[in-house]
């Protein structure tokens, strides 16, 4: 059955317009055409959107150039393609160059229908490559949204502070004008409480919202599933409309907040036109509703919690896993979007996305330092030892570096070419190499770090050394850097990441093992670590 095409004839002669339509119903097209002879004509014929253009390059009043800068001008993407009765292939190239997708000689007339059908796939081509850079593009902002979203929800755990910050964030990456409230269920009095909003009057919505379990809340947090409504100011479970009618809020998204398997509320979106909300908006609410239960369910853990340290070391166990789960997914989106998985990316993008693999990773490891720090307190850490191979160990950890140098610090590793087999923990050796270098990596903005491995068998021990010659530490704080939330003194930590844990788990990983950590520095010179481990 032939396809159905719009074709816009840009010719003067009648004849040489109808042979183009019958040369293009040859190659398998029902042509619907229209065939113009002036600029005016043919501006006008453009509002109807052609599926191809065929114009004659030169004309009385009108010719082929002027069409195709028409066409670009207004931001269309259709394809033109000139038939002429001669032409210099400089010419012809010159006008493809410019946009033109082929040209045909007239007294080649037959090559005109398979020349329409390569223009029309290349155009297919063209509209999905550009679906895919707009899903990327989304993407990004998505993720973008996520990790900024979790970095503010996560930076404080007092509950009304984290709930204001969540939905500014909230309002900055939806897409249309909206209003949002976070209403959450009181576990004692089983009533909802309206506990923040977002571009409403925080008073009124208090008194006007009702606080018993009913309506569209009830109906999200019995399903544990989103509810979606096309507006509000109809729909009979409004409890009262005047709120709605004065802040003209038509459509809604409520989404459950989840943690642990209880619903502790609800997130409500309202928008202020109406709107039909879309699969994909409405998987980023849920995303974001699911981080948002994990800092509630966490903010109201540490309300609750006693003074006690065993009380504050599960807590932080808790809120270390669960923030696990939402870091992970931004990681794995990151990774699987600079992979290509999506689509192809440009250069810009790449750069977004490593910046957001290394701050999440960052994230990820303050977290991992979180949970050893608060198993160490616990006494749950358990020493599980084998054999392994020294070198390959070393080797191992020195790849992982690769990519760590900047053009401002050079990492270099001094170690025998052959190590023997050593028993011990693989886990924890890598552990604290690892947070001796990071640390060193830290405190030398420019310079060197150098990391060296020794085996001494009569012995039976192995040395580590992880040195630089970044700020140095003071005399007065050096007894001090091993404790738990410790570094160095405000003025020089203010300005570096960490929450104070890396040498704190180095020391206590290497008391469990048997071994010892020997600090050696000079403010402005450098650190040495040592560490000495019996195997």
């Not at 989304?138 to 755990?157: F, G, K, Q, V």
């Not at 100011?233 to 989404?255: F, M």
Request: net charge negative; with cysteine; proline share 4%.
């Amino acid at each position: 059955m032939p396809t159905p095409l719009r074709v816009l004839i840009a010719e003067d002669r009648p004849d040489e317009a109808e042979l183009m339509v019958y040369e293009v119903s040859r190659s398998g097209f029902e042509p619907e055409w229209t065939r113009v002879e002036t600029e005016e004509d043919y501006l006008k014929e453009l509002q109807s959107a052609p599926d191809v253009i065929l114009a004659d390059h030169t004309l009385p009043n009108f010719n082929a150039p002027r069409a195709l800068r028409l066409l670009k001008d207004r931001g269309m993407d259709v394809p033109l393609i000139m038939v002429t009765g001669s032409i210099s292939e400089e010419v012809a190239v010159e006008r493809i160059k410019e946009g033109a997708s082929d040209y045909i000689l007239k007294d080649r007339m037959a090559r005109l229908g398979p020349a329409v059908k390569r223009a029309l796939e290349e155009k297919i081509l063209r509209d999905e490559k550009r679906k895919a850079d707009e899903l990327i593009r989304r993407n990004l902002e998505r993720i973008r949204a996520l990790h900024e979203i979790n970095i503010a929800i996560t930076s404080t755990l007092d509950l009304r502070t984290m709930l204001n910050v969540l939905l500014e964030k909230i309002d900055l990456f939806l897409p249309f004008p909206s209003a949002t409230t976070v209403r959450l269920l009181n576990r004692q009095t089983a009533l909802l409480e309206s506990l923040a909003c977002r571009n409403l009057d925080e008073e009124e919505w208090r008194t006007q919202e009702n606080r018993a379990l009913s309506g569209r809340a009830k109906t999200v947090v019995e399903t544990k599933a989103p509810l979606i409504i096309g507006n509000v100011q109809t729909d009979p479970r409004t409890h009262n409309r005047s709120i709605y009618l004065k802040y003209g809020l038509v459509s809604y998204a409520g989404v459950p907040l989840i943690a642990k398997a209880q619903v502790l509320g609800v997130l409500g979106v309202y928008t202020k036109v109406e709107h039909a909300f879309s699969d994909e908006e409405m998987e980023f609410l849920m995303t974001l509703a699911d981080q948002a239960a994990i800092a509630i369910h966490n903010a109201q853990l540490y309300a609750d919690m006693e003074t006690s340290n065993k009380v504050k070391s599960e807590f932080l166990s808790v809120v270390s896993h669960e923030l696990r789960t939402p870091l992970n997914v931004v990681i794995s989106y990151a990774s699987m979007i600079k992979d290509r998985v999506f689509g192809e990316t440009n250069t810009e993008q790449d750069n977004a996305l490593n910046k957001i693999l290394v701050r999440a990773d960052d994230q990820l490891k303050m977290i991992n330092s979180i949970l050893y720090a608060t198993s160490v307190e616990a006494q749950t850490v358990v020493v599980q030892n084998s054999r392994i191979n020294l070198a390959d160990f070393v080797n191992d950890l020195r790849l992982s570096y690769v990519n760590s140098k900047s053009q401002d610090l050079t990492i270099e590793w001094d170690y025998p070419p052959t190590l023997p087999d050593v028993t011990t923990d693989r886990v924890k050796l890598r552990q604290i190499i690892d947070n001796l270098i990071a640390n060193a990596i830290k405190f030398t903005p420019q310079g060197k770090v150098r990391i060296s491995f020794h085996y001494f068998p009569e012995r039976e021990q192995l040395e580590c050394k992880v040195e630089d010659n970044g700020i140095g530490i003071s005399a007065e704080t050096l007894p001090f850097i091993f404790d738990k939330f410790r570094q160095a003194d405000s003025s020089n930590t203010r300005s570096y990441d960490g929450v104070g844990l890396g040498l704190y788990i180095a020391k206590e990983f290497e008391r469990l093992l048997g071994g010892d950590i020997d600090v050696q520095s000079e403010p402005e010179k450098g650190t040495t670590f040592t560490v000495m481990l019996p195997c």
